[in-house]
């Protein structure tokens, strides 16, 4: 779910940088904190810092991590799914409401036999 706003990551990166996230001991924690965790070929890559980054901001805004200055995070709680639960419900009743202008048309398809 979270690695539609970071294009460059894959789903097995998005659970290392999580993993390396729940693993930062420290009250607050940087990227490089976080880019030190992961392998060599994820940190290593400027796009994909850009990428972690993005999520890290991303965790903030749902409410995961705060924010303490602009280089600076802090986990406000040990686990990810009590921020993950409402935006999961919300996504299931989007998904069960039709496109609003969307209709199906009953087509007729006629066959002529010559």
Do not use: C, Q
């Not at 600076?72 to 202008?101: A, D, F, M, Q, T």
Request: aromatic share 4%; charged share 30%; no cysteine.
């Amino acid at each position: 779910m979270l690695a539609w706003k970071s294009k460059l990551l894959g789903i097995h990166e998005v659970e290392m940088i999580l993993a390396a996230v729940a693993s930062v001991e420290s009250e607050e924690f940087m990227l490089r904190d976080i880019l030190s965790r992961l392998p060599s070929e994820i940190g290593s890559d400027p796009k994909k810092s850009r990428s972690i980054s993005a999520m890290l901001n991303v965790l903030s805004e749902i409410g995961y991590l705060h924010r303490r200055s602009e280089r600076k995070w802090r986990r406000v709680s040990s686990s990810l799914s009590h921020y993950l639960s409402p935006l999961l419900i919300e996504l299931s009743e989007v998904e069960r409401k039709p496109l609003l202008g969307e209709k199906k048309e009953d087509r007729v398809v006629k066959i002529s036999r010559e």
